[in-house]
């Protein structure tokens, strides 16, 4: 298995699993027209976690302010994002579990 898709299968079992856009099962229920952003940016979160100099939760939440929420067509820049004001982005909702999730794949790939 590729190691990105043991990325995306160890989100698909720690994130998808208690995200409240999944069933019961663990599937996601977003329609067509909505988008993950875990899923859409999983190879950014990944090159952020392994880019940072911090392991700290709150500097690495900047990182992905920085790097990811100011490029991505949700918000309007940085700091502003409707999604992320209503708890609406799995990704900054649960991006402490997120990283927790992709540091245990590291340690059991290396
Ligand atoms: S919204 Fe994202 S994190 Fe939540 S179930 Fe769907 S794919 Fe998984
Ligand atoms: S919080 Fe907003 S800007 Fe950041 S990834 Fe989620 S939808 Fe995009």
Same mark, same amino acid.
């Given at each position: 298995m590729k190691n990105s898709d043991k990325y995306l299968k160890a989100i698909k079992e720690n994130i998808c699993s208690i995200c409240v856009d999944s069933s019961e099962e663990g599937e996601c229920i977003l329609t067509e027209k909505e988008i993950c952003a875990v899923e859409i940016y999983l190879p950014k979160i990944v090159e952020l976690i392994h880019g940072s100099q911090t392991d700290n939760i709150f500097d690495l939440h900047l990182e992905l302010r920085d790097k990811i929420c100011s490029d991505c067509k949700t918000s309007k820049n940085k700091e502003h994002c409707h999604l992320r =004001? =209503?708890?609406?982005?799995?990704? =900054?909702?649960?991006?402490? +579990? +997120?990283v927790d999730t992709i540091q245990k794949v590291d340690l059991q790939v290396n």
């Open positions: =004001d =209503d708890s609406n982005c799995a990704l =900054d909702r649960y991006f402490s +579990i +997120i």
